[in-house]
């Protein structure tokens, strides 16, 4: 029995995956999401439909919050959780955010202040069943 080195795998080829800009306690990171469920999140996100993924428990997984609707200029997705943090996974539950009729959007960029800002009823933040593999590959 041999022990697999580096050199026993084969050459990649290079290939470019969908990588989204996103925040995480007001910095950016950068996500790479490889695979989705449902059909219609692996479309949105340009992702392998990953039909396994609906058996992941909801509640295991960090959030990362989408905002659908209107939106403050630069809005990007948020994370819950990054690397180095004890919740952190690459698979996410996706919630969506939504702002209240008559509230201004402001540039959310925490769980935090999604949170903040749902409980004084400015936003609505709906979980779902969406489940997204996206692999934080940068960070500061």
């Known amino acids: ?45 340009h992702a392998n439909y990953a039909p396994s993924l609906s058996a992941v428990p909801p509640v295991s997984q960090p959030a990362w919050y989408i905002v659908r609707g209107p939106a403050a200029a630069g809005q ?9 943090e004890s919740d952190y996974s690459p698979l996410w539950r996706t919630v969506i955010v939504k702002w209240k009729p008559g509230v201004s959007p402001a540039v959310l960029t925490s769980d935090n202040m999604i949170l903040a800002l749902a409980k004084k009823g400015e936003l609505t933040a709906t ?8 692999t934080v590959v940068s960070k500061p």
Request: proline letters at 8%; aromatic letters at 8%; glycine letters at 6%.
């Open 127 to 134: 979980k779902t069943s969406m489940i997204v593999n996206a």
């Open 76 to 84: 990007l997705a948020v994370l819950g959780s990054e690397p180095g």
């Open 1 to 45: 029995m041999s022990t697999l080195g580096a050199h026993s795998l084969p050459a990649q080829a290079s290939q470019t995956l969908p990588a989204f800009p996103a925040y995480y306690d007001a910095h950016k990171d950068v996500v790479v999401v490889s695979d989705a469920f449902p059909k219609s999140a692996a479309g949105i996100f």
